[in-house]
């Protein structure tokens, strides 16, 4: 079904949530997604308008499996044009960066943004970096960065695979960035599989 709102219809909708035209322009919303997320902000207990975009933006990604690079760019200048004032760029940047659809040349032109290169953008980039070196070459050729960088989600990740070293392992039970996975370490060290 195709929706055409009327001017004030559409605007009284994308204020409401705070969604700015350019959402609509992207595509990351259609003129029925809006309809249906304010027919729920106005019927639900749920008034927070951020939760709103932030599933609209959450849905946009889960749908895609590649985005052009105009998208991309689109991602970077969306705004957030609530009554909440809640600014969600941060957040969707990091999920943009999370959600693995980015190819090697994407993430590595979305450097030119000066938000990739501060806290907490910055840490996601890096470990979103470091996982691909690691699936495109070998755990032992990157366990200088991987301890370098004590990231809990690399130590997690690395856990995982099959190329994991007793000498990994042994570091992580000395040097893992928490408890848990020190534990897990050792249990590692103590299995079949290391000894």
């Known amino acids: 079904m195709s929706y055409k709102l009327s001017f004030t219809c559409k605007y009284k909708a994308l204020h409401r949530l705070g969604y700015t035209q350019a959402w609509l322009s992207l595509g990351v919303i259609t003129e029925e997604y809006l309809v249906s997320q304010y027919e729920e902000i106005e019927s639900s207990e749920d008034k927070n308008a951020e939760h709103y975009r932030n599933s609209g933006f959450c849905d946009f990604l889960s749908a895609k499996n590649s985005l052009t690079d105009n998208e991309v760019a689109g991602i970077f200048d969306l705004t957030d044009n609530g009554p909440d004032k809640c600014d969600l760029s941060e957040n969707r940047i990091i999920q943009l960066?999370?959600?693995?659809i980015l190819t090697d040349a994407?993430?590595?032109w979305i450097t030119k943004y000066p938000e990739v290169s501060e806290r907490p953008i910055q840490k996601r980039y890096l470990r979103e970096l470091?996982?691909?070196k690691i699936e495109?070459?070998?755990?032992?050729?990157?366990?200088?960065?991987?301890?370098?960088?004590?990231?809990?989600?690399?130590?997690?990740y690395i856990i995982g695979r099959s190329d994991l070293k007793s000498e990994h392992v042994n570091w992580l039970s000395e040097h893992g960035s928490n408890k848990k996975l020190r534990n897990i370490a050792k249990q590692l060290l103590n299995s079949k599989r290391f000894k």
């Open 106 to 108: 994407q993430l590595n």
């Open 97 to 100: 960066i999370d959600s693995n």
């Open 136 to 156: 495109k070459s070998s755990i032992s050729d990157c366990f200088e960065e991987i301890k370098a960088c004590e990231d809990s989600h690399i130590q997690k």
């Open 130 to 132: 470091l996982t691909r």
